[in-house]
């Protein structure tokens, strides 16, 4: 079997291990969505082709709908198609269950099966219970209003992270909202990060 026709086949039967899990069976792009009243999660698969076979990793997403909405309506730079895509938090399983990236590697139609077998594992070992923490927006932001390596993994665009920290504490009312958005700003520009100019606009829009 050819790469293409060993990818659809990873394809099918992973969603079909999904779909007991709430998931739609079929993958838009490559992400298995799973709706709720906040947004959706999803399963996200990276493929790298060689040409004899291909190896493919497997991350989680979360996307909170309001606090995307909330950052985009101040975007110019994406597309409103793109706007409705973004992600709030994820991370490849790999890294979030032995700190390194994982590979599965695919040569013949016979591997795809034991690779969905380890790959579900890997999931209904980390992936899952990742999925129902921090689907609630308060655990999101234990993450997102960190600057330490480890929230890098779970959203590695500083500015993007700061942003998504503001927006959620904007949308739950924090108090001491104006300390938290000086101490994003504070990091960013530590940073120098080229993002600064976007953080600032959408304070000056949104908050």
């Not at 995307?68 to 706007?83: A, G, L, R, V, W």
Request: charged residues 30%; glycine residues 6%.
């Amino acid at each position: 079997m050819s790469n293409k026709e060993n990818k659809s086949k990873l394809f099918k039967c992973l969603g079909e291990r999904l779909a007991k899990y709430g998931y739609n069976k079929k993958p838009k792009g490559h992400i298995f969505h799973r709706y709720n009243n906040n947004g959706w999660e999803g399963v996200h698969l990276s493929t790298i082709n060689h040409k004899d076979d291909f190896q493919v990793a497997m991350s989680v997403l979360i996307r909170f709908d309001n606090v995307e909405d909330m950052i985009n309506s101040c975007d110019d730079f994406i597309s409103e198609k793109m706007k409705k895509k973004t992600v709030s938090l994820g991370v490849e399983l790999g890294n979030l269950s032995v700190g390194e990236y994982k590979l599965w590697e695919i040569a013949s139609g016979d591997q795809v099966e034991p690779v969905v077998n380890s790959m579900m594992s890997l999931y209904e070992q980390v992936g899952e219970l990742y999925l129902k923490k921090y689907s609630s927006i308060v655990s999101a932001n234990e993450i997102l209003s960190s600057d330490d390596s480890n929230a890098w993994m779970h959203s590695p665009v500083h500015f993007m992270r700061a942003m998504r920290s503001i927006a959620i504490e904007k949308i739950l009312g924090f108090e001491n909202i104006e300390e938290e958005i000086n101490r994003r700003r504070f990091e960013l520009m530590r940073r120098k990060d080229p993002g600064l100019s976007r953080f600032d606009k959408f304070i000056m829009e949104m908050i």
